[in-house]
Nanobody
Framework: QVQLVESGGGLVQPGGSLRLSCAASGFAFSNYRMSWYRQGPGKERELVAE????????NYADSVKGRFTISRDNAKSTAYLQMNSLKPEDTAVYYCSASYYSIGYWGQGTQVTVSS
Protein backbone atom coordinates (compact mmCIF):
# COMPACT_ATOMS: atom_id res chain seq x y z
CA GLN A 1 0.00 0.00 0.00
CA VAL A 2 1.44 3.32 -1.11
CA GLN A 3 1.58 5.98 1.58
CA LEU A 4 2.98 9.49 1.85
CA VAL A 5 2.55 10.91 5.33
CA GLU A 6 3.40 14.54 5.98
CA SER A 7 4.16 15.87 9.44
CA GLY A 8 5.69 18.90 11.09
CA GLY A 9 3.09 21.52 10.30
CA GLY A 10 1.65 23.88 12.87
CA LEU A 11 1.29 27.47 13.99
CA VAL A 12 4.39 29.65 13.88
CA GLN A 13 5.05 33.36 14.22
CA PRO A 14 6.32 35.41 11.29
CA GLY A 15 10.07 34.98 10.97
CA GLY A 16 9.94 31.53 12.52
CA SER A 17 10.91 28.15 11.14
CA LEU A 18 9.35 24.77 10.60
CA ARG A 19 10.59 21.52 9.13
CA LEU A 20 8.11 19.36 7.29
CA SER A 21 8.70 15.66 6.79
CA CYS A 22 7.17 13.29 4.25
CA ALA A 23 7.52 9.62 5.13
CA ALA A 24 7.02 7.30 2.17
CA SER A 25 6.22 3.61 2.01
CA GLY A 26 4.93 1.05 -0.47
CA PHE A 27 7.04 2.08 -3.45
CA ALA A 28 10.67 2.47 -4.52
CA PHE A 29 11.24 5.90 -3.01
CA SER A 30 14.73 6.42 -4.42
CA ASN A 31 13.42 6.18 -7.99
CA TYR A 32 10.97 9.03 -7.55
CA ARG A 33 11.26 12.77 -7.87
CA MET A 34 9.88 14.34 -4.71
CA SER A 35 8.03 17.63 -4.59
CA TRP A 36 6.31 19.87 -2.09
CA TYR A 37 3.19 21.76 -3.12
CA ARG A 38 1.01 24.10 -1.16
CA GLN A 39 -2.53 25.44 -1.39
CA GLY A 40 -3.40 28.62 0.45
CA PRO A 41 -6.90 29.79 1.31
CA GLY A 42 -8.76 30.60 -1.90
CA LYS A 43 -5.70 29.85 -4.02
CA GLU A 44 -4.68 27.22 -6.53
CA ARG A 45 -2.22 24.52 -5.55
CA GLU A 46 1.31 25.58 -6.45
CA LEU A 47 4.68 23.92 -6.65
CA VAL A 48 6.97 25.02 -3.84
CA ALA A 49 10.07 22.87 -4.34
CA GLU A 50 11.23 19.68 -6.00
CA UNK A 51 14.24 17.40 -5.81
CA UNK A 52 15.51 14.74 -8.18
CA UNK A 53 15.81 11.13 -7.11
CA UNK A 54 19.38 11.34 -5.83
CA UNK A 55 19.11 14.94 -4.70
CA UNK A 56 21.42 16.29 -7.36
CA UNK A 57 19.03 18.97 -8.59
CA UNK A 58 16.56 21.12 -6.72
CA ASN A 59 14.12 23.75 -7.92
CA TYR A 60 12.16 26.33 -5.98
CA ALA A 61 9.31 28.71 -6.53
CA ASP A 62 10.57 32.28 -6.67
CA SER A 63 8.50 33.13 -3.60
CA VAL A 64 10.48 30.75 -1.37
CA LYS A 65 13.99 30.88 -2.84
CA GLY A 66 16.57 31.55 -0.17
CA ARG A 67 14.14 30.69 2.63
CA PHE A 68 13.10 27.06 2.01
CA THR A 69 15.31 24.04 1.46
CA ILE A 70 14.15 20.68 0.14
CA SER A 71 16.13 17.54 0.91
CA ARG A 72 15.71 13.79 1.02
CA ASP A 73 17.09 10.77 2.78
CA ASN A 74 16.67 7.76 0.51
CA ALA A 75 17.78 5.38 3.27
CA LYS A 76 14.82 6.58 5.37
CA SER A 77 12.42 7.02 2.43
CA THR A 78 11.73 10.52 3.70
CA ALA A 79 11.69 13.95 2.11
CA TYR A 80 11.97 17.19 4.03
CA LEU A 81 11.15 20.84 3.60
CA GLN A 82 13.02 23.22 5.88
CA MET A 83 11.17 26.52 6.00
CA ASN A 84 12.87 29.57 7.47
CA SER A 85 11.88 33.24 7.69
CA LEU A 86 8.25 32.29 7.38
CA LYS A 87 5.75 34.91 6.26
CA PRO A 88 1.97 35.10 6.68
CA GLU A 89 1.63 34.45 2.95
CA ASP A 90 3.25 31.04 3.45
CA THR A 91 0.09 29.95 5.27
CA ALA A 92 -1.26 26.94 3.39
CA VAL A 93 -1.79 23.22 3.42
CA TYR A 94 1.48 21.66 2.32
CA TYR A 95 1.45 18.43 0.34
CA CYS A 96 4.27 16.14 -0.66
CA SER A 97 4.19 14.35 -3.97
CA ALA A 98 6.19 11.53 -5.52
CA SER A 99 6.46 11.23 -9.28
CA TYR A 100 8.04 8.77 -11.70
CA TYR A 101 7.16 9.30 -15.35
CA SER A 102 3.34 9.08 -15.41
CA ILE A 103 3.04 7.64 -11.92
CA GLY A 104 2.24 10.04 -9.13
CA TYR A 105 1.33 9.83 -5.46
CA TRP A 106 0.13 12.46 -3.00
CA GLY A 107 0.06 12.82 0.73
CA GLN A 108 -2.91 14.07 2.73
CA GLY A 109 -1.33 17.43 3.55
CA THR A 110 -0.22 19.25 6.67
CA GLN A 111 -1.41 22.70 7.71
CA VAL A 112 1.11 25.50 8.15
CA THR A 113 -0.18 28.72 9.66
CA VAL A 114 2.05 31.77 9.99
CA SER A 115 0.49 34.33 12.29
CA SER A 116 1.29 36.49 15.26
Amino acid sequence: QVQLVESGGGLVQPGGSLRLSCAASGFAFSNYRMSWYRQGPGKERELVAEITKFGGTTNYADSVKGRFTISRDNAKSTAYLQMNSLKPEDTAVYYCSASYYSIGYWGQGTQVTVSS
